[in-house]
């Protein structure tokens, strides 16, 4: 029986790993949520130019790795940071024609004068300069 062979198995891993069956019960196993699906709905779609940036004083301001809305991409280290005016903090976006299901919160702004382009931060200044310019069809999802 699978219940009968729980407390076995249990006392098994704790002789062989020197913890005791109390210490094994009261220990916490993280869950590994990084594979669970999220599902999105999208909610609008509509085409913009889309550029890149990182974080350089020259292309930010003076402290370039902390974004408008206080978040730091340094830290954090992964490229799911985008700069839209039109766009609230934390919104959500796809981009699947460049970046299949990725998806990227609104953290930062750009100048005024861009007020219906999008910036995605890039941890590499030579990405950055490779993306380029582009144009392409933008997904604003919420979660499902």
């Known amino acids: ?3 009968s062979l729980y407390p076995r198995l249990k006392s098994e891993v704790a002789s062989s790993t020197n ?9 916490k196993i993280k869950k590994n949520t990084d594979k669970i699906p999220i599902k999105y709905k999208v909610i609008s779609t509509s085409w913009r130019r889309i550029t890149a940036y990182n974080s350089e004083v020259s292309q930010t301001d003076n402290d370039p790795c902390t974004t408008a809305n ?14 839209a005016n039109f766009l609230p903090f934390g919104t959500k976006i796809k ?3 460049l970046f299949g299901n990725r998806v990227f919160t609104v953290r930062d702004r750009m100048n005024k ?3 219906e382009q999008i910036d995605i931060w890039m941890k590499q200044k030579n990405q950055a300069l490779k993306f380029g310019v582009k144009v392409a069809k933008i997904e604003i999802v919420k979660i499902d």
């Open 70 to 83: 206080g978040f730091n991409v340094c830290k954090h280290n992964q490229e799911d940071t985008i700069a």
């Open 1 to 3: 029986k699978i219940p």
């Open 113 to 115: 004068r861009y007020n």
């Open 95 to 97: 981009i699947p024609s």
């Open 19 to 27: 913890i005791n069956s109390k210490t094994l019960n009261k220990r």
